[in-house]
């Protein structure tokens, strides 16, 4: 159950009815938006049926919800997000290009990439410090070494980072560094994760699982958001099919299905769904064209040398159509590129 705060609501009226909901019993989980608060409940629905909230002051609406996640859901939140990270803006009015290396792996590769990226129109800088990797014999990243590097180039070039985390203890360390802390394909479904970045202060990419469905996926964002969060970005990175062609199937319909259910923005990564460097921007065009918010893909100086996904890395030739695409495409659809908005 969902109770739907007035825009006008004040504190206590907030606070009594958290006090009824416990008194009786339930759980109750605050979202403060911009424009409005809302209270998701667990526990016994008739319970809460009986507590009479609708009658409560600053209330405007208690809702029954059958969709197992709520708080991201757009049936309370029509108006969907817009998510800042290190002032950079991901959300329906703009286009927020991220781009850098799959792998942190040196000072210089990471300043290179950074550039590059930077050149092509990213406003944000992507690299992996602590690297999920299929195979335990595979470079596992630099760890706290490659956050450090990253805080760097963060320095040289004035763009804020986002950066993988893989285990809940490394929250604290791993926020005390990135601007955004993105959670992999393989750990969407790592509750204990979700739950620490949901407490983490930090705005969260959240990645689809290759096995999941949309509505999972929507489930694990609420994971987060439960925990208070509600600054979620998703990204669509492909899902496993039958066809080998590509490494996973890019689901470009998850895109505007997404829209509909939920008001977090949604990013596209073309680079680990195709896995493949001459998919990539024919994969973003049609990103940008299926009304994404955002793009993140890999870059890499020389990507014959990289320790990670090298094959799918772009080089300037590449980043050249893809600047033009992002360039070009997003105001066609009334976006504007995302530049960084002034402290
Ligand atoms: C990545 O972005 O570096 C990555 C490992 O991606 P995914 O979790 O989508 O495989
Ligand atoms: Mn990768």
Redesign the pocket.
């Known amino acids: 159950m969902v109770v739907v705060m007035k825009p006008d609501a004040e504190a206590d009226d907030v606070n009594a009815v958290i006090a009824r909901v416990e008194a009786a019993g339930g759980e109750a989980f605050v979202s403060r938006g911009v424009t409005r608060t809302i209270i998701g409940l667990v526990g016994d629905v008739e319970t809460f049926s009986g507590l009479n909230l609708r009658a409560m002051p600053g209330v405007a609406d208690v809702m029954r919800v059958s969709a197992p996640y709520k708080l991201v859901s757009r049936i309370h939140h029509p108006e969907m997000t817009t998510v800042f990270v290190g002032g950079v803006p991901i959300g329906p009015d703009t286009f927020t290009l991220i781009a850098g290396p799959?792998?942190v792996e040196t000072p210089q590769q990471t300043l290179e990439a950074a550039q590059m990226a930077q050149a092509a129109g990213a406003t944000l800088l992507?690299g992996?410090a602590y690297?999920?990797r299929t195979s335990p014999y595979a470079f596992q990243g630099l760890g706290e070494e490659g956050l450090r590097i990253l805080a760097n180039v963060r320095e040289a070039t004035g763009l804020p980072i986002v950066t993988?985390i893989v285990d809940a203890h490394d929250v604290d360390l791993v926020a005390s560094y990135a601007d955004m802390l993105?959670v992999?394909?393989?750990?969407m479904a790592n509750f204990a994760l979700l739950q620490a970045v949901g407490q983490s202060g930090k705005p969260v990419m959240l990645?689809r699982g290759?096995q999941a469905t949309v509505e999972e996926w929507l489930m694990a964002a609420e994971y987060i958001a439960q925990r208070g969060n509600l600054d979620i970005v998703l990204?669509e990175?492909?899902i496993r099919t039958f066809e080998r062609a590509t490494r996973n199937t890019l689901d470009i319909s998850a895109v505007p299905v997404v829209h509909a259910l939920s008001h977090l923005p949604i990013i596209v990564?073309p680079?680990?769904s195709g896995g493949r460097r001459d998919l990539v921007v024919p994969l973003s065009r049609a990103a940008i064209a299926v009304g994404a918010d955002g793009l993140?893909v890999?870059v890499h100086p020389h990507p014959e040398q990289a320790l990670?996904?090298g094959p799918q890395a772009l080089v300037d030739e590449d980043l050249r159509a893809l600047a033009a695409a992002v360039r070009q495409l997003p105001p066609l659809l009334g976006r504007r590129p995302a530049a960084p908005v002034p402290a």
């Not at 992999?184 to 750990?187: A, E, I, V």
């Open positions: 799959c792998a992507r992996g690297k999920p993988e993105q992999g394909t393989r750990n990645k290759m990204c990175r492909g990564d680079s680990h993140i890999d990670c996904d």
